[in-house]
């Protein structure tokens, strides 16, 4: 047997299931409308609620008993007319938006079946608002009035529904809960029901909690409690005639208007003089105390739901003292701690507090106070003219809505007084428990996608601006315009006389200052012993002549002398993005920059890098930046000549290796790979030769020429894992750079000569080619009489590919071995023992290490485990 | 029965009430149908409210009715309308709400 609760119950889900369904079709059809059809039922519901406005305000008045009809016209046409001029022409079906900067479409889609609670405060209103949001963002909407004012707010959904139905509108796109005891059940039923997609609840605390709970997304008001700050630069007379026709707006049911004045005490008196001329009444203490005891629930303290909206009189009568007839607003003086007072809640009816203060600390303070009563994220107001006055009050207060010098109700809902979305549900933010402090409107019932369109970077190039290139070219030095340059370098070139060929070429009268205290790896102190130096000199230009270590170096002093206040910790941050750091660099540098490189290795003359060891973390820090680029480069072999076998070996490999990682950098480019081709050959000619013949100038010429060349490949292009994995190894071992990088060049290149685990996720590199990259160099280099096969690189099967880099492989190998270079950890006599223990805090480094961010694969730490491991044993041939 | 229409109905541009084409072929034969949707760019609520009034009947007889056709617009309104029946046409098997 089923009991009549029970079917009740079942009759309730049934109407619940019938009024969703509809929704549910009506929300299914509704996608197909175009924004001419939308905004042609948007304009014929909006002119029935217009001509309807008198009839739904007598209506919720007679139903509720509540505000005074005359606003209540005034808020239906707010809920209308200027809710419709605020919509009309903004594009809610398909591209709603072009974000032209960022390259972004914005397309609207409906929300679905939105659950609508209404008000007993606004029954009307707010249903006129809701159902032309809706009708325009082409959502079904099932209201679900209060109970208090169920006929009045279903009516005013009838009227709408019928004119949007009269002008092709889907069926049953408004539906309405009809008034009966079990109507809030019904609610309950709805907010968990399936084909509900969102809830849109203004209303009590009680119904939009529930709303919060059901599981669904809701969009919820939350209480107010409105603050309003009265600043003593505030003018008088219009300050209280917007705060009367504020506060008695609808007798107060307006959850926006204000609640308790905050008075500066300079103007304390005329204030509430001016008040008292315009028609209010100014309650005495017995009387506040006794309005205390009925407008405020000593169980809940919160505010007397029956006197919200009642007038003046009325409540001072229930009250029990008599006010003059036609009392707009009676004022209470809420004395001693403000947070303490019974008064200090919400009161949506014509009573305001008030309180005076003796300064603005004290003003803003007591309005925090108010506004933590219960209103946090809702609304407050400010009177002042004093904008600094405003600002703070602005940064101070939690409110989504902060009305300036105007009436905090009216100017709450948007349109009248100011620019805010109209509106009759006021978003509050965390503060009252929603998700947005949005006055809530069209934007709010809309899923915005968003089509991004893929990032087309322009690929720049950028280098040292002059180069001077021919053994001999040290003689350019003459022509520099310069007066007290300061020659950085190191003991070893002091030695070998760079020094004194670099002075004897200046123009004369030219007086240097000499810095030449430089060790291998340069590190923070020798910066700033050679800033001391060159502030001291007062010069105007630098000259870098050595090796990488000491062009680093200059780059750096350069730096630090023309900016003397950057901080070497903000400028060397580890980055993902090379185009949009996190460092931020001085766009110039005046003092002239001018590099000469002893070595043909690192091609620091004409990249943007610069590298410091920090010898209390024992890592290397790096600088990137195009301001870190030299002025001039002077490549000049003769100053190569006298360069040690091992050192010529291990720069020259350095620069093979830049022109093996540029060429398959994921930032590489034409222009970049011409370079590294280029190098490539170059070292591969020469290298052999320089080692026979140390002092073939046309050779050392070559090499030179070579580095600089990889150094403008990875001045663009950057390096990779191989980089990475010397960064790392090299300084826990204490191994030159050259031949750190040696050691890995065939583990890496074999290991990004296959199709990756994982791609590098590059937006500027569509697709991996780094295969078809070594390919390239293998034509290149002009290895095909050595394979005896001819392939066209573009067409063959990536089986070809392999056996082509293959042949590059053993090509490197080859070469290697012709000049002695150690290939392996194993060959530079590391035991693998000791090796091993360190493999681990390696690998980790090498993960960490920037170089890796352009490397065309993107390694799993194993993968870099793996690879540590395979570089050990001696090189056999591929 | 075999799964091979007997009888192609194209449907109209506008979809919104019933097709007498179909109504009659319904009470009147037992062989399988296809709607084809070809011409079909709007659909209203009465017009789904049918379709799935027929595909009803159509089941209580035992004729299979398929679709064909049927352009995307209108087959986003079949998804966001979740009638049962007309989705399994579409081929799908369960979960007719969308689900995360």
């Known amino acids: 047997m089923v009991s ?53 305000a007598q209506k919720a008045y007679s139903e509720t008993r509540m505000g005074v009809v005359e606003d209540k016209i005034l808020k239906n046409l707010v809920a209308s007319e200027f809710l419709y001029n605020q919509v009309k022409d903004k594009p809610t079906v398909g591209e709603i938006n072009i ?135 505030a ?18 049911t307006e959850c926006p208007s204000e609640q308790t004045l905050i008075i500066d005490v300079e103007i304390a008196p005329a204030i509430i003089a001016e008040f008292k001329h315009l028609g209010c009444y100014i309650c005495q203490d017995n009387e506040i105390e006794m309005l205390a005891n009925i407008v405020v629930d000593s169980r809940s303290r919160s505010m007397n739901y029956k006197l919200v909206g009642q007038s003046a009189v009325f409540i001072a009568n229930q009250a029990g003292f008599n006010v003059p007839e036609n009392t707009k607003i009676l004022l209470c003086e809420l004395k001693g701690n403000i947070q303490q007072h019974k008064l200090i809640v919400e009161k949506l009816m014509p009573v305001l507090g008030y309180v005076t203060v003796d300064n603005l600390n004290n003003g803003i303070n007591r309005a925090l106070d108010v506004n933590y009563a219960g209103g946090t994220g809702h609304t407050s107001g400010i009177f002042a003219k004093d904008e600094q006055v405003i600002k703070l009050f602005t940064n101070s207060i939690n409110a989504g809505r902060i009305i300036v010098n105007s009436p905090t109700s009216i100017g709450g809902l948007g349109g009248m007084y100011n620019n805010l979305n109209t509106t009759l549900s006021f978003g509050c933010g965390t503060g009252g428990g929603n998700i947005t402090t949005d006055n809530v409107g069209i934007k709010n019932l809309l899923n915005i996608k968003r089509q991004p369109q893929r990032k087309n970077f322009s690929v720049s190039f950028k280098t040292t601006k002059q180069i001077y290139s021919n053994p001999g070219s040290l003689s350019y030095l003459k022509e520099l315009a310069i007066k007290n340059p300061f020659i950085i370098s190191s003991h070893n070139a002091m030695k070998r006389g760079f020094i004194n060929q670099v002075i004897e070429k200046l123009p004369p009268l030219v007086l240097p200052t000499i810095f030449a205290e430089i060790n291998n790896e340069p590190d923070w102190s020798c910066v700033e012993k050679a800033l001391a130096k060159i502030k001291q000199a ?105 360069l040690p076998q091992n ?44 080692l026979i013949e140390p002092t073939n100038i046309i050779y050392r010429h070559k090499l030179h020429n070579a580095a600089t060349l990889a150094g403008m490949a990875i001045g663009n292009a950057s390096v990779g894992l191989n980089h990475a994995m010397a960064h790392s190894f090299g300084a826990v071992f204490d191994i030159p750079h050259g031949l750190a990088n040696s050691v890995f060049l065939l583990t890496t290149l074999a290991y990004n000569s296959q199709i990756p685990n994982k791609f590098m996720a590059q937006s500027n590199y569509p697709q991996w080619i780094a295969d078809l990259k070594y390919v390239r160099a293998f034509e290149y280099l002009g290895l095909y009489p050595e394979l005896k096969i001819s392939v066209d690189y573009t067409n063959e099967s990536f089986e070809t590919r392999q056996k082509l880099i293959l042949a590059l492989r053993q090509k490197i190998y080859d070469f290697a071995r012709v000049c002695n270079q150690p290939l392996s950890i194993e060959e530079l006599g590391i035991a693998f023992a000791d090796y091993e223990k360190h493999i681990p805090s390696l690998v980790q480094a090498t993960f960490m290490d920037m170089s890796l961010r352009t490397n065309p694969g993107y390694p799993f730490m194993k993968d870099i485990y793996n690879l540590y491991i395979d570089a050990y044993p001696k090189r056999k041939r591929p | 029965m075999t799964q091979t229409p007997e009888k192609v109905i194209s449907l109209p541009s506008i979809l919104d009430k019933p097709v007498n084409d179909i109504e009659k072929y319904l009470v009147n034969n037992d062989c399988n149908l296809l709607l084809d949707f070809i011409n079909c760019n709007f659909i209203t609520v009465d017009g789904i409210e049918w379709l799935e009034e027929i595909l009803v009947r159509a089941n209580s007889k035992s004729i299979k009715i398929m679709f064909a056709n049927i352009q995307p617009d209108i087959y986003k309104v079949f998804k966001i309308s979740r009638i049962e029946v007309i989705l399994k046409v579409c081929g799908a098997t369960q979960n007719f709400a969308p689900f995360c």
């Open chain 1, 4 to 56: 009549s609760l029970e079917k009740s119950e079942i009759n309730l889900h049934n109407k619940a299931n019938f009024l969703a369904r509809q929704a549910r079709l009506a929300s299914a059809v509704f996608i197909q409308y175009s924004q001419a059809q939308v905004d042609k039922i948007v304009k014929a519901m909006t002119i029935a609620a217009i001509e309807s406005a008198q009839l739904l």
């Open chain 1, 99 to 233: 974000l032209v900067d960022e390259n972004i479409v914005e397309i609207a889609e409906p929300l679905g079946v939105i659950l609508a609670l209404t008000p007993v405060t606004n029954p009307t209103s707010t249903v006129i608002f809701k159902s032309i949001a809706c009708a325009k963002t082409r959502n079904s909407i099932i209201f679900s009035p209060h109970l208090m004012a169920a006929d009045s707010s279903n009516l005013a959904a009838k009227i709408l529904y019928d004119a949007a139905i009269a002008n092709g509108a889907p069926k049953g796109f408004i539906s309405w809960i009809e008034k009966s005891p079990r109507l809030r059940r019904q609610t309950e039923i709805l907010m968990t029901h399936s084909d509900i997609d969102l809830i849109f609840a203004t209303g009590g605390t009680q119904m939009v909690k529930a709303a919060h709970s059901s599981g669904k997304p809701a969009l919820g008001v939350g209480s107010g409690n409105t603050p309003v700050y009265i600043h003593k630069s």
């Open chain 1, 235 to 252: 003018d008088i007379k219009p300050t209280v005639n917007d705060i009367i026709i504020s506060k008695t707006f609808d007798n107060g």
């Open chain 1, 538 to 642: 007062n010069c105007d230009s630098i000259i870098a002549i050595g090796g990488g270590s000491v062009i680093d170096l200059a780059k750096i002093v350069r730096l630090f002398y023309d900016h003397p206040n950057l901080n070497l910790s903000e400028i060397a941050i580890s980055f993902l993005d090379f185009r949009h750091r996190m460092c931020e660099f001085p766009e110039a540098l005046t003092t002239k920059l001018i590099a000469i490189p002893t070595t043909s290795g690192t091609g620091s003359e004409v990249t943007p890098f610069a590298v410091l060891k920090d010898n209390s973390k024992h890592l290397k820090l790096s600088l990137i930046d195009e301001t870190l680029l030299p002025d001039v480069a002077i490549i000049d072999a003769n100053l190569t000549l006298s």
């Open chain 1, 647 to 690: 050192i010529t070996k291990d720069t020259a490999f350095d620069a093979l290796t830049h022109s093996l990682e540029a060429l398959v950098s994921t930032f590489s480019s034409d222009y970049t790979d011409g370079l590294a081709l280029e190098a490539m050959r170059l070292i591969i000619e020469a290298l052999p030769k320089v």
